[in-house]
């Protein structure tokens, strides 16, 4: 079983950055893909980027380069950068792990509880 712990979010004010981390404990996650996924109020889950297991293929949701995934099989962790942020930035932000990276929030098998962004104008 992999447990996922979501830390750095926060308040921001829009313009600003954050760098969310995900711990995992329990199991290695050093051969599962990471994602990042996140929900606002009111609003579906949706997906932010996912890493393959050994960090050299990441896929983001945005094209402008604002947010990138890394990760630290050494540590167990896996990073969202996130900068210029903006107010349609604010959601819960969720890491998952699952056998393969993937757009799809279904493909991942473990979840964290999720962390707060907020950012405001």
């Known amino acids: 079983q992999v447990r996922l712990v979501e830390s750095g979010g926060g308040l921001v004010q829009a313009g600003g950055s954050l760098r969310l981390s995900c711990s995992a404990s329990g199991k290695s996650v050093e051969n599962y893909a990471m994602a990042w996924f996140r929900q606002a109020p009111g609003k579906e889950r949706e997906f932010v980027g996912a890493i393959n297991w050994s960090g050299d293929r990441t896929q983001m949701f945005d094209s402008t380069g604002r947010f990138t995934i890394s990760r630290d099989n050494a540590k167990n962790t896996v990073y969202l950068q996130m900068t210029t942020l903006n107010p349609e930035d604010t959601a819960i932000y969720y890491c998952?792990?699952?056998?393969?990276?993937?757009?799809?929030?279904?493909?991942?098998?473990?979840w964290g509880q999720g962390t707060q962004v907020s950012v405001s104008s």
């Open positions: 998952a792990a699952g056998f393969t990276a993937s757009t799809y929030a279904p493909a991942y098998d473990y």
